[in-house]
């Protein structure tokens, strides 16, 4: 079983729905959960940040950790067409260790 | 600020070449990391340094090397090239302080071994 699941899609959604994104994790160990957006040919960069379970609210997105569950989501609320790109979900265990990553997730946000 | 910055942004090797990769950053992070993208996955981690002097190995360290001589730059070496890394490489930082902790990744290098 791999550490950090996450279905690489794509995802394919109209503009202006919400768009819930997940990964299951086995490693009771994680408690810093992020969320990164990579658009094509660029590096990640850092949407959002939980630490533990709860849920975290920025703008548009939504990030809910349950530690219980070993399951994190982001929620996009009225996706753009310039959300399109491949969100991964890293977390780690011990603060400024390395991350573990999902292989990401395609989403495409139709105008 | 730069941020991260990474050269060459890209790269074709030969089967055993050899070539560095190299990171710098000016944000003043302690921690460094490197990390490769396959297609279709999410990134693997390398190597990573928690300060000048210091660094230690990730989930997939066979085949490369690091140094960390100064705060800002964080290196990758590749001896002996093989079609197996052939990647997409990123360079992070991140700080030390209390409270939310932020990786910033630079552009990448994209390396083809033939």
């Known amino acids: 079983q791999k550490e950090v699941e996450q279905d690489p899609g794509p995802l394919s959604v109209p503009e202006g729905a919400i768009v819930s994104l997940n990964c299951t994790y086995s490693?009771?160990?994680?408690?810093?959960f992020m969320w990164y957006r990579q658009y094509s040919r660029k590096g990640p960069e850092l949407l959002m940040y939980?630490?533990?379970?709860g849920n975290k609210e920025d703008g548009r997105f939504t990030a809910q950790v349950d530690k219980s569950s070993k399951y994190i989501s982001l929620f996009i609320r009225d996706s753009q067409p310039s959300d399109s790109a491949t969100y991964l979900c890293a977390m780690r265990a011990i603060r400024l260790d390395g991350l573990t990553f999902g292989k990401g997730t395609h989403l495409i946000i139709q105008p | 600020n730069a941020g991260v910055t990474q050269t060459p942004k890209f790269r074709i090797l030969k089967i055993g070449q050899s070539m560095t990769l190299q990171c710098t950053q000016d944000m003043n992070h302690n921690y460094m990391y490197w990390y490769r993208q396959d297609p279709g996955m999410g990134l693997k981690l390398i190597y990573y340094s928690v300060g000048a002097g210091i660094t230690d190995k990730g989930e997939v360290p066979n085949g490369y090397n690091v140094s960390r001589s100064t705060t800002e730059d964080f290196p990758l070496r590749l001896e002996l090239a093989a079609p197996s890394q052939t990647s997409v490489y990123f360079c992070?930082?991140?700080?030390?302080?209390?409270?939310?902790?932020?990786?910033?990744f630079g552009p990448g290098t994209r390396l083809l071994v033939l």
């Open positions: 490693n009771s160990a994680f408690q810093y």
């Open positions: 939980t630490y533990s379970s």
């Open positions: 992070a930082s991140s700080y030390t302080s209390w409270g939310e902790e932020t990786q910033y």
